[in-house]
């Protein structure tokens, strides 16, 4: 109901929209399956934060009276193979997912934007040097290259954030280069030389702020990229250890007992398509409401 | 009057695949304190390469400055180190874009950009940052409410005045303006020249003014340098050339304003188009489309003569007549 009333008034808000911020959110609001998405991570994010108070059970309590529970009120989701709490261990679930969804898209955007904005703002043998590695790099595929970092450095949580992060580093620096490449070459760059700016503060202040839209976007897409990245590494048992409770490690050790207990794999394949729709809605809300095109 | 800005023999090039242009050709030009210069020229007279040829901003590479002096308080800015250069742009040389529309950044307000250039080059406190730049957008006819405004809720003559804020906001020595007020329309163009006419006194700082507009440098400037091909053809006060223009380009170039006097169906143009500055004609830059052109004039490049007193043309024609005339 109040979100019709939103739209009417919407384009008397954006005339008088003040920050850039206003702005976009004003447009995004216009995006109902944005809002969604946005809505399912706040409930996320707080089921992250909050997980002791929301989560019956702790989710390492082992009950071997219990095992294989369907759901049921006492065990909403069921139990697992050792009379886990199936809801407990996806509630704690989601704090190492959202943890290595942000954070691995985190080291991504910093180490990647950092390369790219180096190498579009100076171009040359620089750019040259800095994108073939990229180049090599996008070359294999994602996966396998997280597969192997994580080999290398062995299993932990840290570890898998890193393997995740590293191996998404190219898509930020294209994405990254390409448009310092746009910016730099507008005039308000050239004005900013003009009244006496260096060039680390033409590149941070003028220069990065304004390609961060596409960013934003890539991140935000990312991210559930990310989420999807780890838990197919825990799901090959390269991810978290056991008891920790990780989304794609529960459908791996619960792949077993697909047949004869559905439920076992169905809720933190749930859990995962949810996040990642959410993630991916929103970036797509993200990516019109940013784009300089559409603003009046 | 002391020359503010001295320019001797400047020659810039752009080195390219398809070869070399040469944008800037042996130009000389002076700017005492004080005066506006108006630099008026075809597009691709090498105008804007000079304003920032003088900034040191020639985009290195494909731009080169390969020869030539420019002398600012008497020092060489082409000899100086670019961490000396930063101090002297925005702060003692600031120049005004084109385009208001692109030459402020989109995502910072316009009280802050201004904020910018201070804090570049003065060290103030928070408040008296904000301060000064608030006087300085008031000087422009900015009100201090609109500080925390972002560009795209401004018009495009109220760009222009920030960024005229933004280049007057050090007390500069001299502005050099490159074509202010193309990008606006004819009543802000008044506007805005009426303006800039207005600080420069107030402020008492020189101007380079680039147009191609003859109508603007009549307003605005005390001295005129008419640019083709990359070098200056006549220089004089604006009086004199007014007046009495005599190199055939220049004569050229008033005979192609339209007047409201006569009734026209076609305007006179100069035949033919500016050269390819990649492929310089020899001789005089301007023989081909010359009307008077003889046979000296394709062999070789015709010396800066004083004709009166502070009016210098290049062209044979006069180097003739004052030989007759001895």
Not at chain 1, 13 to 36: F, H, P
Not at chain 1, 194 to 201: C, K, P, W, Y
């Amino acid at each position: 109901m109040e979100e019709s009333k939103f739209i009417d008034k919407d384009k008397k808000y954006e005339k008088k929209g003040k920050s850039q911020l206003k702005g976009v959110w004003t447009r995004l609001k216009k995006d109902k399956l944005a809002l969604i998405g946005l809505v399912i991570l706040i409930i996320l994010i707080l089921m992250a934060i909050f997980a002791n108070f929301i989560a019956p059970y702790e989710y390492d309590t082992q009950n071997l009276k219990n095992t294989f529970q369907s759901p049921s009120l006492k065990h909403l989701f069921g139990t697992d193979e050792f009379g886990r709490d199936i809801f407990s261990r996806i509630v704690y679930g989601s704090r190492i997912s959202l943890q290595v969804g942000v954070i691995a898209v985190g080291i991504a955007v910093v180490i990647g934007g950092f390369l790219g904005a180096v190498a579009g703002y100076y171009s040359g043998k620089i750019d040259n040097v800095i994108m073939r590695i990229m180049d090599v790099l996008l070359s294999i595929p994602q996966m396998l290259l997280a597969i192997s970092i994580v080999a290398a450095l062995g299993n932990s949580l840290i570890n898998l954030m890193v393997a995740v992060g590293v191996s998404s580093i190219p898509q930020y620096a294209r994405i990254v280069r390409a448009s310092v490449i746009s910016i730099k070459n507008q005039e308000f760059v050239e004005s900013a030389r003009a009244i006496g700016s260096s060039d680390l503060r033409i590149i941070f202040k003028h220069v990065i702020p304004n390609c961060l839209a596409p960013v934003i976007v890539q991140a935000t897409l990312g991210i559930g990229l990310a989420i999807l990245t780890a838990a197919g590494l825990s799901f090959i048992g390269l991810g978290i250890k056991p008891p920790t409770p990780e989304w794609g490690a529960m459908l791996s050790g619960s792949r077993t007992y697909i047949r004869d207990y559905t439920y076992m794999t169905l809720f933190p394949g749930i859990a995962i398509v949810i996040t990642i729709f959410a993630f991916n809605v929103l970036g797509d809300g993200l990516r019109d409401a940013l784009d300089p095109k559409l603003k009046q | 009057m002391e020359n503010l800005l001295e320019i001797k023999n400047l020659s810039i090039e752009y080195v390219t695949d398809d070869g070399i242009n040469k944008a800037v050709n042996n130009l000389n030009l002076k700017i005492r304190e004080g005066e506006t210069l108006g630099f008026v020229g075809e597009t691709g007279a090498g105008k804007t390469t000079t304003a920032l040829g003088i900034m040191r901003l020639v985009p290195n590479p494909p731009g080169k400055i390969v020869g030539g002096e420019i002398y600012f308080e008497g020092k060489d800015l082409l000899k100086k180190e670019e961490k000396n250069l930063r101090e002297i742009r925005g702060n003692k040389i600031s120049m005004i874009f084109q385009d208001p529309m692109t030459s402020l950044n989109p995502i910072i307000t316009v009280g802050k950009q201004v904020e910018e250039v201070i804090k570049l080059h003065e060290e103030l406190s928070k408040d008296e940052l904000r301060n000064k730049a608030e006087k300085m957008l008031d000087t422009v006819g900015i009100r201090k409410e609109r500080f925390d405004d972002y560009p795209h809720q401004f018009s495009g003559g109220m760009k222009q005045r920030v960024v005229i804020a933004m280049a007057l906001a050090c007390n500069p020595k001299l502005i050099i303006a490159d074509e202010p007020t193309t990008a606006l329309d004819v009543t802000i163009q008044a506007q805005v020249l009426e303006l800039m006419k207005e600080l420069k006194i107030k402020f008492n700082t020189s101007m380079l003014l680039i147009t191609h507009d003859l109508g603007v440098v009549a307003e605005t400037c005390d001295y005129v340098s008419i640019m083709y091909a990359g070098s200056s053809l006549e220089y004089g006060d604006v009086e004199k050339i007014y007046n009495n223009p005599l190199h055939p380009y220049t004569i050229g170039l008033f005979n192609s304003i339209p007047s409201l006097d006569e009734d026209k169906e076609k305007l006179d143009v100069i035949p033919g188009t500016p050269p390819d500055p990649s492929n310089l004609p020899t001789g005089c830059r301007f023989h081909p489309r010359c009307s008077h052109c003889m046979e000296i004039c394709q062999k070789s490049l015709p010396k800066s003569i004083e004709v009166e007193n502070g009016h210098f043309v290049s062209c044979f024609l006069y180097d003739k007549k004052m030989k007759e005339g001895k």
